[in-house]
């Protein structure tokens, strides 16, 4: 039988390997907004409207072209990927030279337009998405389905793929000199307008690969970015604005400590993440892995 | 174009004329039109219950109807302000579905206070007949007890004695959670343990897992909407029903089962008060329905506004005047209910409708014949039993002594 007290370890085992898979969407998500914000200097709001377009991308593409969950991996986020690029190419673009706030007014707009007209279209209650990896192994402690486990390798390999590419490879560094000095890049033969709308459609493109993982854990809803991003935006200034190894420890650690409190005082668990953003905001005003600018 | 206008403006003044004592009623639907609880209530609602109006027959018979609705979110101090606005400003007279039970409870006291009219359909917690009771408001649909008891017996009854309960945390969880736990324990079960789960919640494997552990025989989802869809869904995931033991989602609504399909949802029982698909009266309602609502098929609630608003109707006609809402509740229980919707039925002292309620199963995908045919009856608690008993009332308005 189960206590609040004197938890048996292995029922703790079995909460810290879900804190984790939640942690896995986390980090995913806030990977892309560090990406977005560190390159592009834009507070993406339309994040969590993106990993909801993921989401219905995989559900339209399955329902109204018959492409299995394997294919929407890919097609689902390279779609919604196309459509974040058209809006920076014609709306973003514009405010690169104004204020954060103009950019963060239009991207929760932006999300507020395509929430609604999900919303209108399909309703608020959210849609059936069949899940592609039935079963799971009983590890023991805990009964894990495969297709959880299948999220947390998945995530793992992405995370730490961007990171590589960003932190350690030519292409990472011609995009992070292009943060510094967009001017001197330029003056390089490097075209940077480029290079700043394919990373945006590459921050939108992981929201919506999220989104794609998430239809056959949660239902398909309109209303499921919204809730998320909230989460997702505190794990991101526990980071540090911008930094993407601290987006990613962040998102998993989060995880797992929101995991916890679901064990010990499930009532606080939606907001034992704020808890954490006031005292980090407190103690080190830059974010745990941030430098002050 | 001239003798057209002069045509309209003679016509509109005889109008006026022979409804000399016409009788001015403002309705607003007040209820969740974004969240998780949208789909449930929402626009059709508003539509329930403007067709409610339009079946009466209120300009005819010397009512002048004006129906609004507004958002409140889920939020209560959202809800509170709309309803004082409405009540101070707007000259509203009755506010109608409002479900969140927060919410509910929080606009049950301002309609008392302002002396209006609060008919609930949406809002489950049966604290509204019970302690929070007032001469001001009338719970139209179901309520926790009701729910508690059609599901919660039954399934103790067919051997699921142990349980333990996945309760959304807030007025409307913890009612249903209480209301359930007494059932099963005056039926001879046991309750192993509860998790208090914050509303709208995406991810229930951490709970579920608990649910696991506690072996108990039933897992009971004292929640709605999204949070029982969400809830079924990761149980079907993580193996709950397959290790032996069973769900009790003790509030269904069919755009639930809708949104979960018929593979997850299959052979749950739920407790109802009305199916579009049960008499012909309801399957004609629910076409006009679905007719204007994009093939959607209306829920308890929407069909209770609709059964609600009429009833309200029909005392506003009798005494003539909508201003005093103790004296129209009053009327209200004073004429049996008769609706095409509901059948005949009554509304009791404590402001509680008393109608049949009705067992169901979730059919197989085999057995349903297309969208929206999810149900089979498995059976009727009459009028007399389905709710709490007048005796066992904590409502100060019918206490003796």
Not at chain 1, 243 to 254: C, E, R
């Amino acid at each position: 039988m189960f206590e609040l007290l004197g938890i048996p370890p292995q029922a703790l085992f079995g909460q810290l390997l879900l804190g984790l898979i939640n942690g896995a969407f986390y980090a995913m998500l806030s990977l892309g907004l560090a990406v977005i914000f560190g390159l592009l200097n834009v507070i993406n709001f339309t994040h969590g409207a993106q990993y909801m377009m993921g989401a219905f991308g995989a559900w339209m593409l399955l329902n109204y072209a018959g492409v299995p969950f394997w294919g929407a991996l890919v097609l689902s986020p390279l779609i919604v990927a196309i459509i974040g690029m058209v809006i920076e190419r014609t709306l973003l673009k514009r405010l690169y030279h104004l204020d954060h706030l103009y950019g963060l007014l239009l991207t929760f707009g932006l999300a507020l337009i395509f929430e609604g007209l999900f919303r209108r279209q399909y309703g608020s209650s959210g849609l059936p998405y069949n899940n592609p990896l039935p079963g799971g192994t009983n590890l023991g402690f805990m009964f894990l389905p495969n297709y959880r486990a299948f999220v947390v390798v998945a995530s793992i390999v992405v995370c730490f793929a961007t990171w590589y590419v960003i932190e350690r490879t030519k292409l990472g560094s011609y995009l992070r000199a292009a943060t510094e000095r967009p001017d001197l890049v330029q003056a390089f033969g490097i075209d940077v307008p480029r290079m700043i709308t394919l990373t945006y459609g590459f921050g939108v493109g992981l929201a919506a690969l999220a989104g794609v993982l998430a239809a056959p854990a949660y239902q398909v809803s309109p209303t499921m970015g919204s809730n998320l991003i909230i989460v997702v935006f505190a794990v991101v200034v526990i980071g540090g604005m911008g930094s993407i190894m601290g987006a990613i420890v962040t998102g998993f650690g989060l995880g797992i400590v929101e995991g916890l409190t679901k064990v010990f005082y499930p009532e606080a668990s939606s907001t034992v993440i704020f808890v954490i953003m006031a005292i980090v905001l407190m103690v080190k005003p830059a974010g745990l892995f941030g430098t002050a600018k | 174009m001239r003798l057209a206008a002069i045509f309209l403006a003679a016509s509109s003044l005889m109008g006026a004329g022979a409804a000399y004592a016409q009788v001015p009623v403002k309705i607003g639907v007040l209820n969740d039109q974004s969240g998780l609880y949208a789909d449930l209530g929402g626009q059709g609602s508003v539509w329930a219950a403007k067709k409610a109006v339009e079946d009466f027959g209120a300009a005819a018979k010397g009512l002048k109807v004006e129906v609004i609705f507004a958002d409140h979110q889920n939020k209560a101090d959202v809800g509170t302000s709309v309803a004082r606005q409405w009540y101070d400003v707007d000259g509203v007279d009755v506010i109608v579905d409002t479900p969140n039970s927060g919410v509910a409870l929080a606009v049950s006291g301002v309609t008392k206070e302002k002396n209006k009219v609060f008919i609930n359909s949406g809002a489950a917690t049966s604290d509204l007949t019970g302690k929070a009771c007032t001469p001001n408001t009338v719970h139209w649909t179901y309520d926790t007890w009701a729910l508690a008891n059609g599901t919660g017996k039954a399934i103790v009854k067919t051997g699921g004695d142990t349980w333990f309960f996945l309760t959304a945390d807030y007025a409307f969880g913890h009612a249903l959670e209480r209301d359930t736990s007494e059932v099963v324990k005056a039926n001879g079960g046991k309750v192993l343990g509860q998790v208090r789960v914050p509303l709208n919640n995406a991810d229930f494997s951490s709970f579920l897992l608990q649910a696991q552990s506690s072996k108990a025989k039933i897992v009971g989802l004292a929640n709605a909407g999204g949070d029982t869809i969400n809830s079924i869904k990761q149980a079907s995931e993580y193996g709950i029903v397959d290790g032996g033991q069973k769900l009790a989602g003790l509030l269904i609504f069919l755009t639930d089962v809708h949104s979960l399909g018929l593979k997850v949802a299959q052979g749950l029982n739920l407790t109802s008060a009305w199916y579009w698909d049960q008499t012909d009266a309801n399957r004609k309602f629910a076409d006009a329905f679905a007719a204007a609502n994009g093939g959607r098929r209306p829920t308890m609630v929407q069909a209770g506004v609709y059964s609600g608003v009429t009833h309200y109707l029909k005392a506003v006609e009798a005494l003539k005047s909508a201003k005093d809402g103790a004296a129209v509740v009053a009327e209200m229980k004073k004429i049996p209910t008769d609706d095409p919707l509901f059948g005949k039925g009554e509304v009791r002292a404590d402001g509680r409708h008393i109608h049949p309620m009705f067992l169901f199963e979730v059919k197989k995908p085999s057995e349903s014949k297309g969208p929206w045919d999810y149900y089979t009856l498995k059976a009727t608690i009459p009028a007399n039993e389905a709710f709490r008993p007048l005796a066992d009332s904590d409502c100060p308005l019918v206490k003796k002594g």
